[in-house]
């Protein structure tokens, strides 16, 4: 995530009140409506946001809401909004993977105290600080070195891409079982998958295909784990790698995300891209181009792309690190390779650095 090579620049203010700006929005404005709001919001939650700007990336960052996880309704975002979060999570650090479990409980990875926070479906419904539910903490091994991704599997068992360069349990992920996840303690993953040969490097996103198989997006690949390479402990070479095509398709990998037809969807950092992926090219390792690449088109809209998620139309969104704002692609727009221009920007100057986004199903 940002933190590591990656990403080189910080999130100072001026990045969240430029996109404020961009829409003319006041920021300070924003602020204020969101810092008194702590009613239940109105409407259920659509969409949550993980801003991954914090506090403590060695730098001062006074930006709106660093450290938290903001929730949209529906209504908010259907046709744009500037108006600030329905609900804002606060939480101690900047936030990297987030997930949705069953029961609706909000999972959250901190990666500068390597841990993974819950916060229950009741906690998450007003503004506030919650205290977790629950709280796994790495354990004196370092089951967790700066977890970057989060993903459930069919199962309800929580997987964790540890994107650390080195130390233990670098370069790896791992798996805490349905039970491990019902209280908070230092569990040892019921799995651990490591690198083989360079297979897992720098892990940054997650997602699971209608097969149950993981895919995983790492360095400048895409790579695929089946359900049997995901039952034990181990070095498995994946099964499918999908690398860059020549022309920077890969280049910088982060969120990933599946649409309901089975094609693979990247956002890609360096590249300002957003590629997808047919279910037929991902059936066999190589380098393809990909089948759609949605480029910048107006408003230089992609800029350092890092969260995907599909709504329930098929439209995709998109957030942007560096203009802190979050995009939407209409599902019909984005069939073919194309520029098409988003229809919907949420700024606010409460957006800081927002990477991980998952949308309510």
């Not at 006041?26 to 919001?41: E, F, Q, R």
């Not at 490097?201 to 895919?215: E, I, K, R, V, Y």
């Not at 890609?268 to 480029?295: D, M």
């Not at 800029?303 to 203009?323: E, R």
Request: with cysteine; aromatic share 6%; proline share 8%.
């Amino acid at each position: 995530m940002w933190w590591n090579a990656r990403r080189t620049a910080s999130v100072p203010d001026r990045i969240a009140v430029a996109a404020a700006m961009a829409l003319g929005v006041s920021a300070a404005l924003a602020l204020a409506a969101c810092s008194k709001s702590t009613a239940p919001a109105s409407g259920p939650i659509a969409l949550w946001v993980a801003n991954s700007g914090s506090t403590r990336t060695g730098n001062t960052n006074t930006s709106p809401n660093p450290n938290s996880i903001l929730g949209f309704t529906a209504s908010q975002i259907a046709t744009g909004t500037t108006l600030p979060p329905a609900v804002v999570i606060t939480t101690n650090d900047g936030n990297t993977g987030i997930a949705l479990d069953a029961n609706g409980n909000l999972w959250a990875a901190n990666p500068f105290d390597n841990s993974i926070a819950e916060y229950s479906a009741t906690q998450i419904t007003k503004t506030g600080t919650p205290k977790p539910n629950v709280l796994i903490s790495a354990t004196a091994v370092g089951s967790l070195n700066q977890p970057a991704a989060l993903a459930f599997d069919p199962h309800g068992n929580l997987w964790v891409a540890n994107s650390a360069a080195a130390g233990t349990n670098a370069n790896t992920l791992v798996e805490f079982s349905a039970s491990q996840l019902a209280s908070s303690g230092s569990p040892i993953p019921a799995v651990r998958i490591a690198s083989n040969a360079g297979s897992i490097t720098n892990p940054q996103g997650m997602a699971f295909d209608p097969s149950g198989n993981l895919w995983i997006s790492d360095s400048a690949a895409v790579s695929e784990f089946t359900p049997a390479q995901l039952s034990a402990s181990g070095a498995p070479t994946p099964a499918v790698t999908l690398g860059d095509d020549g022309l920077g398709s890969l280049n910088g990998p982060e969120g990933i995300t599946f649409d309901a037809k089975g094609n693979l969807w990247v956002a890609v950092f360096f590249s300002n891209l957003v590629v997808g992926y047919s279910s037929s090219q991902l059936a066999t390792s190589g380098n393809p181009v990909p089948a759609v690449i949605v480029r910048s088109g107006d408003q230089s809209a992609l800029n350092n792309p890092c969260g995907l998620t599909f709504d329930p139309s098929g439209n995709l969104w998109v957030s942007n690190v560096t203009t802190s704002w979050l995009l939407k692609y209409l599902a019909g727009e984005i069939t073919s390779p194309s520029s098409p221009k988003p229809v919907v920007f949420v700024a606010g100057g409460s957006l800081v650095s927002p990477c991980a986004m998952t949308y309510v199903r």
